[in-house]
Every structure is written in structure tokens, then in C-alpha cells.
T-cell receptor, first 115, second 112 residues
Framework: SAVISQKPSRDICQRGTSLTIQCQVD?????MFWYRQQPGQSLTLIAT?????????ESGFVIDKFPISRPNLTFSTLTVSNMSPEDSSIYLC????????????FGPGTRLTVL | DAKTTQPPSMDCAEGRAANLPCNHS???????VYWYRQIHSQGPQYIIH???NNETNEMASLIITEDRKSSTLILPHATLRDTAVYYC?????????????FGTGTLLAVQP
């Protein structure tokens, strides 16, 4: 299985600011994803992070609000831009290695509170 | 991807088997059934997946009906630490376009 770490684990931010969340995996993986989990809700897929190219966003999510980078096969960042209280959520990194068992694993999440 | 339907909540006595149902009547032939669980404040944890045969691992068993329109996740001896939200997800196996789409899940409460 893949071991995933995220930084920061939690943060409290002021509205109008931006936060960058880092995701580090202990092995090279084919696919990396970012999810959001709003309070009391299920997980919603934000985007697929593509190595060396622009991320693929799901309906309702745009690059200007959630820019994503993936410079290599073990690292990705998600930025939450111009934050508002509605962005208060847990943000989760997820990875999948399609060449082996194709099991998808999740990081511990970053708990973001926007005041 | 096919949609799944799960009961919003279930109770189970500690030490007894927990049987969690899932309906996926629109599943297509190349789609698998995946189960994940999320313990409070943690990232989702993979449990098991299957195509059409029943599957068992150290955590659970997965029973898929012959028509593949429904399945049941079985935790053989539930403990208090199994209290979590359990997600049943249908998705294609392999390929760069595959992604897991989560539904609302079942909150399983294991009672002492």
C-alpha cells in the first residue's frame, strides 16, 4: 500500500487569503486526486492531478479557485485561493497505482477553517 | 459510473456480524464494486472490491448477487473500532480515466 502524508494537517485562515496543501507519497504512483469533504458531507472529487500538465477538474471546480500542481510522480499541491468561510472543509489527497492492484488510497486530510 | 444506494445508518451489537447492503442496479459489465470506510476525522480506508465472485480478505467478505445488482459487505465479528461510515462505490478497474465517486454511505454504529 502507499503511505500518503499531507501538510498542513489543519489550518485556520482569514477570508481572502490562499492556502497551499502539499501531498507526498512514499512511492511513485500513476494517478493522484484531490477531494473535498464539507462538514457532515461525503467526499467530492475536485480534480485529477496530471504530471507535467494541467489538472482535470470536475464539474463545479475551476483552476482559478483550486490551482493544482504535480511536478513528479510522488508529489502534488492543491491551493485554495481567495478563501471564504464556505471553503471550510477537509481536503484529501488520494493516489492510485493502475499498474498493480489498482487500489486507491487516501491521505489523512487537511482540515481547513476559514474565518 | 453507476449510482449506488445504501441505508443511511445501521446498528450492530459488538461481536456480531455486521451486514451492510448496497444496491447498484445500473452497474455495467466492466464495473467493479468497491467498499471503503471512514472512521471519524480520518481519510477513507480501502476494505475490499470485487467484480462478480464473492471475495474475502482479513477485514471483510463481499457477497455480490448473481445479477450483480446488489452486494453485501460482511464484517464477521464487529468491534467498537468498526464504527464508521461505509461507502459502496461502483467503478471501472484500471485505466487512466477511472476515478472513485463517493455516495452518502452508511453510518454503522457498533454498540457494546
Amino acid at each position: 500500500s502507499a503511505v500518503i502524508s499531507q501538510k498542513p494537517s489543519r489550518d485556520i485562515c482569514q477570508r481572502g487569503t490562499s492556502l497551499t496543501i502539499q501531498c507526498q507519497v512514499d512511492s511513485q504512483v500513476t494517478m493522484m486526486f484531490w477531494y473535498r469533504q464539507q462538514p457532515g458531507q461525503s467526499l467530492t472529487l475536485i480534480a485529477t492531478a496530471n504530471q507535467g500538465s494541467e489538472a482535470t477538474y470536475e464539474s463545479g471546480f475551476v483552476i482559478d479557485k483550486f490551482p493544482i500542481s504535480r511536478p513528479n510522480l510522488t508529489f502534488s499541491t492543491l491551493t485554495v485561493s481567495n478563501m471564504s468561510p464556505e471553503d471550510s472543509s477537509i481536503y484529501l489527497c488520494s493516489v492510485r497505482q493502475i499498474l498493480s492492484t489498482d487500489t486507491q488510497y487516501f491521505g489523512p486530510g487537511t482540515r481547513l477553517t476559514v474565518l | 459510473d453507476a449510482k449506488t444506494t445504501q441505508p443511511p445508518s445501521m446498528d450492530c451489537a459488538e461481536g456480531r456480524a455486521a451486514n451492510l447492503p448496497c444496491n447498484h442496479s445500473t452497474i455495467s459489465g466492466n464495473e467493479y464494486v468497491y467498499w471503503y470506510r471512514q472512521i471519524h476525522s480520518q481519510g477513507p480506508q480501502y476494505i475490499i472490491h470485487g467484480l462478480k465472485n464473492n471475495e474475502t480478505n482479513e477485514m471483510a467478505s463481499l457477497i455480490i448477487t448473481e445479477d450483480r445488482k446488489s452486494s453485501t459487505l460482511i464484517l464477521p465479528h464487529a468491534t467498537l473500532r468498526d464504527t464508521a461510515v461505509y461507502y459502496c462505490i461502483v467503478g471501472r478497474y484500471g485505466g487512466a480515466t477511472n476515478k472513485l465517486i463517493f455516495g452518502t454511505g452508511t453510518l454503522l454504529a457498533v454498540q457494546p
